[in-house]
């Protein structure tokens, strides 16, 4: 098996949550992130923006609307600089009025995918994949794509099994 990059991104405090607003200690995707890493092991890189969002779940969703409108690529705190030496990158995310959030992008717009076997995660509570997987065959040219996991936010510390079972047939 190759060496994996479990690169995300990654909301705690208020969310969504079964239809109602709810604070929750760990985000949906950081959990699911971890649960690939322990499935297959490799390296977690945690996408995070100088500029944070609103602690306010329904201005943080205000926010993130009018980034993908405004195809918008948040500054990160720090960048990954290469992929050398990672076969399987899995790219996880929330979903954000259907795609990852802006701020990933940021990250993978700078990288070379060449030779890459890619797979999305998305957390979600009821859009599933959205269009994740079509927007990261836009961007990371010259990979490979594996199935994608939608993984619903509200069960994702009980997704263990599921996720691992997935990560463990993706990673090459």
Known sequence: MG???IL???RKGENYVNGSIRSIPKGNTEIVA???QKAVGGDLFELETVRTYSADYTECTRQA???LRAHARPELKRYLDSLDGY????VCGPCWWGTFPMAVFTQLERLD?????????MTHEGSGLGSCERDLKAVCKGAAFGKGLAVHGADAARSETTVAAWAAKEAR
């Open 3 to 5: 060496k994996n990059l």
């Open 8 to 10: 995300y991104y990654s």
């Open 34 to 36: 971890e649960y690939i």
């Open 65 to 67: 609307q009018e980034e």
């Open 87 to 90: 076969d399987n990158v899995f």
């Open 113 to 121: 995918w060449t030779g890459k076997h890619v797979c999305a995660v």
